[in-house]
């Protein structure tokens, strides 16, 4: 048997991986299961104990959006891994209010910086010494169409995500001397058990049903060229080949899986 899965399956074997946001239903779950399913050793970690175990053999609790979850976070992996191979900055999202950029306070700015840039950025400054020391490692960043599409009431969620994909393009300059990968993965409108809850709740204020929030959700997006939103499995898989040897020779670069959405060149 050759199938694709066979081909793949134990691609990721002896790896220590991080996924930073694993539980929930999302891309990071997706990530985690797609990895572990590849052999890897998947470490996550929320803030929040998952209710079901999950297929990460490690859960570590922490608010990576402060020093003192990252730093708890980094302790951690070193302790139980004595290393790392592969880390997936996951973790990131938008909690400000809607009603334009006088509704988004300064704390809603720092939020979103804390969260969608410093956590990957202090997370990185803890576990770069354990890779630089091997001499190898593979680091992605979940960034956002967003950040070349900014949102009306997420302005402060698209600039921090801007701000990564700049300083992930640094990172990737500066380490692959030093045999690390770095990449960015920017995803479009993906269906996650958080998106299906936000569609349920426009559905009932918009009083229409599920399909046609979903449709309006679209719409305001200028419309998806393939005709419907992304899987969470589908963003892992492309993070899946990223972390993986077949893309040896794939550095800097940000990888855009959005269905057709950024129309520009
Ligand atoms: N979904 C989309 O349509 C979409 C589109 C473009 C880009 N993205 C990006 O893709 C990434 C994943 O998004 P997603 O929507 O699929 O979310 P997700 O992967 O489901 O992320 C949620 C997970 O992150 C954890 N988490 C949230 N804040 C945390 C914190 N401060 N410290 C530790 N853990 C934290 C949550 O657990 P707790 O709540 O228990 O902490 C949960 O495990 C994000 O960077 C997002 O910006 C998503």
């Avoid at 299961?33 to 998947?42: D, M, N, P, Q, T």
């Avoid at 929320?46 to 020093?67: K, N, V, Y």
């Avoid at 708890?72 to 996951?90: M, S």
């Avoid at 969260?115 to 979940?142: E, K, Y």
Wanted: no cysteine; proline share 4%.
């Amino acid at each position: 048997m050759n199938t694709e899965k066979s081909m793949y399956e134990k691609e990721l074997a002896g790896k220590r991986v991080l996924v930073t946001g694993g539980t929930g239903g999302g891309i990071g779950e997706a990530v985690v299961k797609r990895l572990a399913a590849a052999g890897a050793k998947v470490a996550t970690t929320a803030r929040r104990m998952p209710e079901e175990p999950g297929a990460a053999d490690l859960f570590i609790p922490a608010d990576i959006s402060t020093p003192e979850g990252t730093t708890r976070l980094v302790d951690g992996i070193l302790e139980h891994f004595g290393g790392i191979d592969i880390l997936v900055n996951n973790v990131g999202g938008s909690s400000a209010p809607t009603g334009g950029v006088l509704a988004q306070s300064d704390e809603d700015w720092q939020f979103a910086f804390e969260t969608n840039l410093f956590a990957a950025v202090r997370l990185d400054r803890g576990l770069l010494p354990a890779m630089l020391q091997q001499g190898s490692g593979v680091i992605v960043h979940i960034t956002s169409i967003q950040r070349r599409l900014p949102g009306e009431n997420t302005m402060a969620y698209s600039a921090a995500k801007a701000a990564l994909a700049n300083y992930s393009k640094g990172l990737a300059t500066e380490l692959a001397p030093k045999g690390i990968r770095v990449n960015t993965v920017a995803p479009g409108f993906t269906e996650t058990k958080a998106a299906e809850r936000l569609i349920h709740r426009m559905a009932e204020r918009l009083g229409s049903d599920y399909d046609g929030a979903r449709q309006n959700l679209m719409d305001s997006l200028g419309g998806i060229p393939i005709g419907r939103t992304a899987r969470p499995e589908e963003v892992a898989e492309l993070v899946a080949f990223l972390v993986s040897d077949r893309a040896s020779y794939i550095i800097g670069a940000e990888h855009t899986i959005d269905g057709g959405i950024i129309r520009s060149v």
